[in-house]
């Protein structure tokens, strides 16, 4: 498998994004940047996409994706048919996502995890291997839901607004 990762993130993601490209780099990996580039207030949906469109193109075998909480990229790049992406804080589940889900991107979040252990986890996604077998299986009804599924349902989605501010871009970005 080729050595490279397409990488993104949003503002909040963007300085674990730089350090952890420092780190792929040492590793000998080949990084394609997808932004973005500083800490100016950006949506996270717009970079998941440019992420997600090169791994399921074939462009690059892997994505790493950063935010705040790494949730919204993951909720975006799942959106991608072909992508299995996990959401990770610890080693272990980034070792399991990719043993047992395939998952092809790994998304992080910079106001959870600190450097180090982001390196540890983007480490332990990088030097496991999917397992096949049981999870192979597994896989396979994930893309066959995909392809039931045609590009989206029908469900209804939460309201806008609920809790907390629904509108703007609050303190935190
Ligand atoms: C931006 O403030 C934040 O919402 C975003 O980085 C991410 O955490 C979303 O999931």
């Known amino acids: 498998?080729?050595?490279?990762?397409?990488v993104g993130a949003d503002h909040a993601g963007f300085p674990l994004k730089e350090d952890l490209k420092a780190y792929l780099k040492d590793q000998g990996y080949e990084v394609l940047d997808l932004g973005t580039d500083s800490h100016q207030s950006v949506?996270?949906?717009?970079?998941a996409a440019r992420v997600a469109a090169a791994v399921?193109?074939?462009?690059?075998?892997?994505g790493m994706l950063v935010c705040g909480t790494g949730i919204?990229?993951?909720i975006t790049a799942n959106k991608v048919p072909g992508v299995r992406a996990a959401c990770c804080a610890d080693p272990f589940s980034a070792r399991m996502a990719r043993a047992h889900n395939d998952a092809n991107v790994l998304t992080m979040g910079g106001r959870v995890v600190g450097p180090g252990l982001a390196?540890?986890?983007?480490?332990?996604?990088?030097?496991?291997?999917?397992?096949?077998?049981?999870?192979?299986?597994r896989t396979a009804k994930i893309q066959a839901l995909e392809d039931r599924?045609?590009?989206?349902?029908?469900?209804?989605?939460s309201a806008p607004g609920g809790p907390g501010p629904a509108r703007g871009k609050g303190r935190d970005g």
Do not use: N
């Open 149 to 157: 599924l045609g590009g989206g349902t029908k469900r209804k989605r």
């Open 72 to 74: 919204g990229m993951a």
């Open 119 to 137: 390196r540890e986890i983007l480490k332990a996604w990088l030097e496991s291997r999917f397992e096949g077998g049981r999870h192979a299986q």
């Open 1 to 6: 498998m080729e050595k490279i990762v397409a």
């Open 56 to 62: 399921a193109s074939g462009k690059v075998p892997w």
């Open 43 to 47: 949506d996270y949906p717009d970079f």
